[in-house]
């Protein structure tokens, strides 16, 4: 299989089963429409394309033989059999703790319910983050390296919780051989020098939430009270990513059908120094007023298109940022089984609520049937567990043909299960997204190349 596309005046095709990534001349470009099965149907492209002489057509098709020959073009799947027989041990290696189910914020796109999950507001008791911290540390088994993320609502609502958690885990850590590596995501509202010097010290990574413009951001994201927050966050956001040297973080922004313009919103952050920043597109019940539909693709891939020209041109001048979802690995790239299987929500990472019960991540927080279990008793509902692990793009019909399956892994359980009520039946117009980021994501390696 492969897919080939012509953006920003250069020809890619791309080999799905080797992974290999070409950038082909006019000529060529236009013979490979007619090698079938690894042969050269010459007539019938001359006849389509009489500009191009005999000579010309077979020089082309020469260079894509080699091609062929050396297994970087219309190569074998080899990976439907692995997946079929892979049969992976796996540990429980990442936590994401739900600090605090509260928030100070009313974000009008909030998945989580405004911070509640749709149940009552809590607080996680270091009681609980502890008896999570043990849970993680019996099932990671063999397992030395541990992702910890305090999630919420807001986890600074709770910050004292986090410092003795955190504490707690880098102790035990040493008791046990395990490396515990913490992330923190916040809106920032009651960061002070305080709380930033603590997270510069113990988070490896830290997630820092704004949308962008002003105009955008307090529009969406707004306070209890109603209020603005851009002004309240933005001078303490600039100062952490200058303390953490521009790297080991994210500004992390939404956008939703109120700023399809979203590349105004990335280089709003990128002009405010910022090198590390991704905005997402929201993914909310198809009936809500700031859901993405289908007829918003064209204006968004334009957006994304617009946005790859500008961030190569800025890395061309020294300048560049990096956009989370255009960083792609086009010469190695995540390993055979996260290629098949993604995430490894529900057998490899989990989320736990300040009950301490567990869910297989943060977005399946409060829907029931997908309660694995809890802290105390310590045990996993392994059929529910394996149903997440034994799902990858071959088990997914609709992944199958998909020429981006390795590039997306099969898609966000979460999303698909919102979306259309299956895990495995993906969120459609997420994969054109993410298909179109993928293009422009190649498209600026051949720019810099």
Known sequence: MIHKYSLFGANIVIDVNSGAIHVLDDTAYKV?????????????????????????????????????????????????????????????????????????????????????????????????????????????????????????????????????????????????????????????????????????????????????????NDFMRPTVSGGGTYDLIVEKFKEIAALRNQDNYYVRGTFTRNNLDFYEDVIHLANLGFEQISVEPVVLDRENRFAIKEEDLPKIFENYEKLALEIARRKKEGKGFNFFHFMLDTDGGPCVYKRLSGCGAGHEYVAITPKGEIYPCHQFVGIEEFKLGDVFSKKINKELGDKFRKSNVYTKEECKSCWAKFYCSGGCFANAYNQNGDMDKPYKIGCEMQKKRVECAIAIAAMLA
């Open 32 to 216: 490979l429409d007619f090698v079938k099965d690894r042969n050269l149907l010459l007539e019938d492209c001359l006849s389509a394309h009489p500009e191009l002489s005999r000579e010309e057509v077979l020089e082309a098709f020469s260079e894509i033989k080699n091609l062929i020959d050396e297994n970087l073009l219309f190569t074998n799947d080899y990976m439907e059999k692995i997946a079929q027989n892979y049969d992976k041990d796996s540990v429980i290696k990442a936590l994401c703790l739900h600090i605090c189910h509260d928030c100070n914020l009313r974000c009008k796109y909030c998945f989580a319910n405004t911070g509640d999950f749709k149940g009552e507001r809590s607080m996680m008791s270091f009681e609980v983050g502890k008896e999570a911290i043990d849970f993680v540390i019996s099932e990671s088994r063999h397992r030395k390296n541990i992702e910890i993320d305090y999630f919420g609502g807001e986890p600074l609502m709770n910050f004292e919780v986090v410092k003795k958690i955190t504490e707690y885990a880098i102790e035990e850590g040493k008791k046990h051989n395990k490396n515990f590596r913490f992330t923190l995501t916040t809106n920032g509202l009651l960061l002070n020098e305080e709380k930033i010097k603590y997270i510069n010290e113990y988070m490896s990574n830290v997630v820092l939430s704004i949308d962008g413009r002003p105009e955008v």
